[in-house]
């Protein structure tokens, strides 16, 4: 019998707002109604908490994907936008390394930057977060050293950490500002430096991409640290990482990288002991996400017929296992495996995620 769990109403990840996602793809708005009613009864975020992922921005995001998101709502996403900016701009005025929070994609400004870019037409503070993006491919000084621009001072879990590390994933590293810049290039949305920021930040991962992040003793080797035998995913891991350097490839129109990416995503989804790492079906790193990353390499590739055995094993082992998933939401439960399953995308869901 499967378990479920109560969803947290506000998140996008776990609570009624990433539910109602599915909703409104089915076209279930009556239901999609109740979920968002369901995430706004006790009032909705616009503090240091905020983000795509969470609050206004998260409610904006689910909103528009139905086309009903109004102007009281992108408004209070504009204050959480105009707050972390802000905010970035003081951490930069004083020279001081960026936490993950400030900029990765589920809490930070590469987030905003997505739903930002969603807009139609997009925000007009879309070029201010953009250039906080741009700003993290120029090196720092600190400790006596010259880091990059993004590094934490400290761990991937917000502890202590000696040097601190570079996060490389889509959801919380240097993955999620290469792919966000590389969708504004695409759509003709740029600000000074933004392709070299592209180019800054997919040569570092053409380097450390195969780990999930890197540390000060990676800095100073002289070759790239061998890879990790870990799960390959969305989140975390090359496959992310790959689309994000094929996006890259195409706002820059670098026709060896793109081959590169999409024989990076091939290779790793056709290895057994890789899949075999694979141990659920969610969006954040199990076979859902997979799956939604496949499909939007093979759209964007010259040879997406080379995909097709692939989506259809994922397809598979996604149907194969996502009702024994115990939670109910976006991310990390049964909504977001039904979205893949689902196999389209028109409301654009899959933003959320840097994909498309």
Not at 22 to 42: G, K, M, N, P, V
Not at 62 to 76: E, I, K, P, S, T
Request: aromatic share 4%.
């Amino acid at each position: 019998m499967t378990r479920t769990t109560v969803p947290r109403t506000q998140d996008l990840s776990e609570g009624a707002l990433g539910m109602a996602l599915l909703d409104i793809e089915r076209h279930d708005l009556s239901t999609a109604r109740r979920h968002l009613t369901q995430a706004t009864a006790r009032g909705v975020s616009t503090g240091s908490n905020a983000s795509l992922f969470h609050g206004a921005p998260a409610l904006e995001f689910v909103l528009a994907r139905a086309n009903g998101a109004g102007d009281d709502v992108r408004a209070a996403t504009d204050r959480v936008v105009d707050a972390r900016l802000a905010a970035a701009r003081r951490r930069q005025a004083v020279g001081a390394l960026p936490h993950l929070a400030e900029w990765d994609l589920i809490r930070g400004l590469t987030g905003l930057a997505a739903l930002l870019l969603s807009r139609k037409p997009p925000g007009h503070r879309l070029p201010d977060v953009l250039a906080c993006l741009v700003a993290l491919a120029c090196p720092t000084r600190s400790d006596g050293r010259t880091l990059p621009g993004w590094w934490s001072p400290v761990g991937p879990d917000g502890k202590e950490m000696a040097g601190g590390h570079g996060n490389n994933g889509m959801a919380h590293g240097v993955a999620g500002p290469l792919a966000v810049l590389s969708l504004a290039l695409r759509e003709g949305v740029s600000v000074p430096g933004q392709e070299e920021a592209v180019g800054t930040f997919a040569t570092w991962l053409d380097r450390h991409g195969t780990n999930y992040w890197s540390t000060a003793a990676d800095l100073d080797a002289d070759q790239p640290p061998a890879p990790n035998p870990v799960r390959q995913s969305w989140c975390y891991g090359q496959p992310g990482i790959a689309r994000a350097q094929q996006l890259a490839a195409l706002a820059l129109g670098d026709t060896a990288r793109r081959r590169a990416a999409e024989d990076t995503v091939a290779a790793i989804l056709t290895e057994p002991l890789r899949l075999a790492r694979i141990t659920d079906s969610t969006l954040c790193h199990g076979w859902a996400g997979l799956l939604t990353l496949t499909r939007a390499v093979a759209a964007d590739s010259p040879s997406p017929d080379r995909f097709t055995p692939i989506i259809q094993d994922l397809h598979r082992r996604l149907t194969a296992d996502w009702e024994h998933l115990p939670k109910l939401g976006f991310m990390e439960g049964r909504a977001g495996a039904q979205l893949a399953l689902h196999a389209t995308d028109n409301t654009g869901w899959s933003r959320a995620l840097l994909l498309t």
